[in-house]
């Protein structure tokens, strides 16, 4: 039986490293890391863009630097050419023995505030020793907008494996393959698990190249791999019944789409909706999906409240099952 569902999932491989579609979701997770790694500012890191001139003050430029993200220029000329992008840089030139700064004139009032106290800090030669403010950190390594990113890009991952099960099964159809599997050794549980394993492979690998990539290679990944599987198992049942059900590959991709309403509900709720309106949320298995992965990527989660997390999701997922299976079976005769 073993050989037989390698055999399929082999099968399967080889045709998606050909399809460009198929191709094209093997590899989106690094491509969704990468992004996230681009667009989502450090813990540490701020929003704030300075422009000086390159020679004019060095001690100045190290002070700075502190504080705020700053662009070296070697005129002032060149230092008002970057002002005037698009983004909210301001510069900040000598002028008559003192600083003046340089904006354009449509930056956020809070950056412009924030540039002026700099400035101010500097020349009144007032350093972070002499503060008395106290600095607090929540017991928070990493910015709470890329952990909800890679949360989601998680449960996103797990539907692309029910996408790629639906694709593999238009191409049985296509090939006039799937037809003949009651005439094959192969029986049908064999073939359902063997069209199951690159969707449940993609889900694993494309999660950990993901986290690994994204700095979220320390967290439990037993715990992770747990809520993972029982979430592929929705997908997955998804993927069979949109891949049986459809006549062509388009179909089958945009069908499986409708796993995204309940993702995004699911995200939504937990991060902008108040409490009393989350018990509206309950059937959602991303909803619970989500809160197991937040445990797992702040690191913060024990075993009873994964297991807890996973065994609801496994509950939901197993009731989709139950209510596909007859659909599944007939798509399959």
């Known amino acids: 039986m073993i050989r037989k569902i390698w055999a399929i999932f082999t099968r399967d491989l080889k045709v ?18 990468v992004l996230i790694n681009l667009f989502t ?32 220029f070697k005129t002032i000329d060149q230092v008002q050419q970057r002002v005037e992008e698009r983004d909210a840089t301001i510069g900040i030139v000598p002028e008559n023995g003192g600083y003046y700064l340089m904006i354009q004139g449509n930056e956020p009032e809070g950056i412009v505030d924030y540039a002026k106290i700099l400035n101010s800090f500097y020349e009144l030669d007032i350093s972070m020793e002499e503060t008395n403010s106290e600095l607090f950190d929540f017991e928070r390594t990493v910015p709470p907008l890329k952990k909800t990113l890679v949360n989601t890009m998680i449960l996103l991952i797990s539907i692309l494996g029910g996408m790629l099960i639906a694709l593999n099964i238009v191409e049985e159809k296509a090939d006039n393959t799937l037809s003949a599997i009651n005439l094959t050794p192969a029986g049908r549980l064999t073939f359902v698990l063997g069209k199951s394993v690159i969707g449940v492979l993609l889900s694993i690998i494309g999660t950990l190249s993901l986290i690994v990539i994204t700095g979220f290679g320390t967290v439990n990944l037993l715990q992770l791999l747990l809520v993972l599987l029982v979430t592929s198992l929705l997908s997955i049942s998804v993927g069979f019944i949109q891949g049986l059900t459809s006549s062509d590959i388009m179909t089958a991709a945009g069908s499986i789409k409708i796993l995204f309403l309940p993702l995004l509900a699911g995200v939504l709720a937990i991060e902008m909706l108040g409490d009393k309106w989350q018990k509206f949320f309950y059937w959602n298995p991303f909803y619970w999906a989500y809160k197991g992965n937040d445990l797992i990527l702040s690191q913060s989660g024990t075993w009873s409240q994964i297991f807890m997390y996973s065994g609801i999701v496994l509950l939901i997922s197993g009731i989709v099952y139950l209510f596909l299976a007859p659909k599944i079976r007939k798509g399959l005769e």
Not at 16 to 33: Q, T
Not at 42 to 60: F, H, K, M, R, Y
């Open 16 to 33: 998606n490293l050909k399809d460009s579609i198929a191709l094209y979701i093997l590899f989106i997770p690094i491509l969704l890391a």
């Open 41 to 72: 500012p450090g813990i540490n890191e701020t929003t704030v863009d300075l422009a000086l001139l390159e020679a004019d003050n060095p001690s100045q430029i190290s002070y700075l630097e502190q504080f705020a993200e700053v662009e070296l």
